[in-house]
């Protein structure tokens, strides 16, 4: 997995999430907007709205690439996000030397600390 700094995980099959730290800062999740599947997104733009309790957020793209899949469960209970397996799309990314911008587990950890 990799990490952004402003709390996005992807993992290596394009899996994208938020971070423990950012479901925790964020409290109860009410409501989640995904992207379309076959958007084209770039890497640091916003792509989806999440809001809870505490505030509305959005969600950037960890990589530049075409949204796959998405999490359709989260439409009907958004509270599955703070579930452990908790994700919100996958992405074919365009660029994979955009992965290697990325933080690793340890440098993300020292951004949080």
């Not at 709205?49 to 469960?73: F, H, I, M, Q, R």
Request: glycine share 6%.
């Amino acid at each position: 997995m990799r990490f952004t700094e402003s709390h996005e995980w992807i993992a290596t099959d394009g899996t994208v999430g938020i971070t423990e730290y950012a479901k925790n800062e964020l409290g109860d999740i009410v409501f989640i907007e995904l992207p379309k599947i076959g958007a084209e997104v770039k890497a640091g733009r916003q792509v989806c709205v999440l809001e809870s309790t505490k505030a509305a957020v959005d969600v950037y793209s960890p990589v530049s690439g075409v949204v796959t899949a998405v999490n359709e469960d989260l439409l009907k209970s958004p509270t599955l996000l703070k579930e452990e397996n908790g994700w919100l799309f996958r992405i074919r990314p365009s660029n994979l030397a955009e992965m290697e911008k990325l933080m690793s587990l340890s440098e993300y950890e020292k951004l949080i600390t």
